[in-house]
């Protein structure tokens, strides 16, 4: 079992960066496969970067490529989400993910989920 907490979301205008965390607590950090995803009102979850356990690897969604870095921190037990050059469209509630199963880093089955946290990008 593990617990997540997403933090640092905001307002920012067209152009601008945010940094999102997520401390998680439980069972040990680097045993999971971490993601980020996102809502927007009156769309599907969708998925926007993963990191491997180790973090040497990582995976993004098309549209968010060279824009969002994802990291992460094993002996802070968080994941970060970098995101510059943000856009009207990255608005969303963004959401942590830990996995645990020894899937792929494209996989996008999660079995853990923090609560979420808005990013508002006004134009």
């Known amino acids: 079992q593990v617990q997540l907490v997403e933090s640092g979301g905001g307002l920012v205008q067209a152009g601008g960066s945010l940094s999102l965390s997520c401390a998680a607590s439980g069972r040990t950090f680097s045993s999971y496969r971490m993601g980020w995803f996102r809502q927007a009102p009156g769309k599907e979850r969708e998925f926007v970067a993963a990191?491997?356990?180790?973090?040497?690897?990582?995976d993004y969604e098309d549209s968010v490529k060279g824009r969002f870095t994802i990291s992460r921190d094993n002996a802070k037990n968080t994941v970060y989400l970098q995101m510059n050059s943000l856009k009207p469209e990255d608005t969303a509630v963004y959401y942590c993910a830990a996995d645990s199963r020894l899937l792929v880093l494209t996989s996008r089955a999660y079995n853990y989920w923090g609560q979420g946290t808005q990013v508002t990008v006004s134009s």
């Open positions: 990191i491997s356990r180790s973090g040497g690897t990582t």
